[in-house]
């Protein structure tokens, strides 16, 4: 008799280079594909009372799901969905479908492995089998030179021994056919109203660098836009830190986090591009990219929970703010109004589209551990809740090494308000996000508290009332810094 296979989605929302459906498609006589919305994610409180996702994460997770059932049909399949505890939800589908076993995606949070080993638990009690499958990173699991356990905690050596020693393997082909049953009415993809959030929150700001539709489709033409189409890849490394537009770098990261696209498939559209039109620093730097993402993911398996600690990984005690003071400066952070424009300009951006830029993320996460000396777990906890991106090891692995508790001990913090002189010097960027301080001239742009009272009148910019007074006197704290 043949198998029945359940495959349980998770942030593996694509039918290209999943190894989890390939290994179901390729053994199984029948498939039952299911993702579950998971209701803690959606309704739950994350960490400091913040809410776990936002809603732009929502609608992106939504479109997702919703694409990927497409993509099944397309195969003769379909997509089971359901909305509520997937530690329950998997064992109860497998045994409504009298399954053998269930394929999933290994990930490495921790709340997730407690998840895996819930499910473990009710399956083998029912006598059916569990198959984990790693497929989120460019190097895969088993090919590192050393056991995860092992690994070093700092990037470099890390990255030099994968360079060295491991080959990223081939992108696996889309199965041709799914052979799942019909679910009808069990195929239904809640509304973003039915899973908790706001539709009104989730919609895309013009302002934003790209409209982030959720997908394996979107995430597809997004790669062929930015390689092919708008030949970027040839001075990525020399745009990367740009803040605005949607070339200065790949946007890649959300179909990278919610698994719509596989590094391994960014990797090949390099490599190709490296083949027929450039190879230089700036392809490559696309994939030492990737490593860094990959190095935080490892980390996370390694170091699991202490990743979420205010020591850190290497107990690195330092004393953090968390009274009441520090939780109103946190909230002046949070809204973008610091006082600093180069700081609320990116946050803004963030509350507004879901996204930042990578420089911009140094930046306000330096600011919030290194000037304003708060807890760094509340930013974390923050860019949790509204990063359309949002990775649990790419967040908080990049907090905790911003917040120098992570894996680089050299207390790096930035200097916003030279970061702001360096990469925005006209105050296009600041004027985008904070349109009050358009008329100044940029010096004044990133640091409005220069501005004597006749300048304000003269700008027509009324500090405390127009754009807030900074926080504290930030000129003053990097001297001290
Ligand atoms: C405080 C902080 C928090 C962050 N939180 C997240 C997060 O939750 N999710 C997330 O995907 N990225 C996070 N990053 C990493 C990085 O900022 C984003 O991946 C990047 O800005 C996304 O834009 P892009 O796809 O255009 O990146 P590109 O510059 O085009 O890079 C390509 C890809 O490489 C990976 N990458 C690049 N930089 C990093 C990095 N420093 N760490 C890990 N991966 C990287 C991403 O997957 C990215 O999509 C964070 C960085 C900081 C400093």
Not at 26 to 46: K, L, W
Not at 222 to 231: I, K
Not at 329 to 351: I, K, M, S
Not at 379 to 406: C, H, I, T
Request: glycine share 8%; hydrophobic share 40%.
């Amino acid at each position: 008799m043949s198998e029945t296979a359940v495959v349980w989605f998770r942030d593996d929302l694509r039918v290209a280079d999943n190894e989890t459906l390939a290994a179901a498609v390729e053994r199984a006589g029948t498939v039952v594909p299911v993702y579950v919305f998971d209701e803690r994610e959606h309704d739950g409180e994350g960490m400091f009372g913040l809410p776990k996702r936002g809603a732009r994460w929502g609608r992106f997770r939504r479109e997702a799901v919703l694409d990927l059932r497409a993509s099944l049909r397309e195969r003769d399949g379909d997509l089971l969905v359901r909305h509520g505890d997937p530690r329950a939800v998997v064992p109860a589908v497998a045994e409504a479908f009298d399954a053998d076993v269930v394929h999933l995606q290994r990930t490495p949070g921790t709340e997730e492995g407690r998840d895996e080993r819930a499910v473990e638990s009710l399956l083998t009690d029912r006598g059916v089998g569990i198959e984990r499958h790693w497929t989120h990173t460019l190097y895969h699991l088993d090919d590192l030179p050393t056991p995860y356990r092992d690994i070093a905690d700092t990037f470099t050596p890390w990255r030099k021994a994968v360079e060295a020693e491991a080959t990223v393997r081939d992108p696996i082909p889309a199965p041709e056919t799914v052979p799942t049953p019909e679910f009808g009415d069990a195929a239904t993809v809640p509304t973003l109203a039915d899973l908790g959030h706001d539709p009104d929150a989730a919609t895309h700001d013009d302002r934003g660098v790209l409209a982030f539709e959720g997908g394996e489709t979107a995430a597809r033409e997004r790669l062929e836009e930015y390689v092919w189409t708008g030949d970027n890849l040839r001075e990525y490394k020399q745009t990367r830190n740009g803040l605005l537009g949607a070339d200065y770098s790949s946007k890649v990261s959300a179909w990278l986090a919610h698994g719509c696209l596989s590094p391994r498939t960014v990797h090949a559209a390099v490599d190709r591009y490296e083949a027929e039109r450039v190879a230089n620093e700036d392809t490559y730097w696309l994939v030492f990219e990737l490593l860094w993402r990959d190095f935080f993911q490892f980390q996370f398996l390694k170091h699991g929970v202490a990743f979420f600690t205010a020591n850190g990984i290497r107990d690195v005690r330092k004393a953090w703010r968390r009274d009441d003071e520090a939780r109103a400066a946190f909230e002046r952070w949070a809204a973008g109004e610091t006082g600093v424009p180069f700081v609320d300009a990116n946050v803004r951006e963030l509350n507004a589209t879901g996204y930042m830029s990578n420089r911009g993320r140094q930046n306000v996460a330096s600011f919030l551990a290194d000037a304003m000396g708060v807890d760094w777990r509340l930013g974390a906890a923050y860019f949790e809740a509204r990063l359309v991106d949002y990775d649990v090891a790419s967040n908080w692995g990049n907090w905790a090494y911003q917040a120098g508790v992570g894996n680089d001990s050299r207390d790096n913090y930035f200097d916003v308000l030279g970061q702001a002189e360096r990469y925005d010097p006209g105050a296009e960027y600041v004027t985008h996000w904070c349109p009050e301080l358009a008329g100044l001239p940029a010096e004044y742009a990133h640091r409005p508290w220069r501005l004597s009272e006749a300048e304000q009148r003269e700008h027509g910019v009324d500090l405390g009332v127009d754009y807030p007074t900074p926080l504290f006197d930030v000129e003053e704290r990097y001297r001290q810094l």
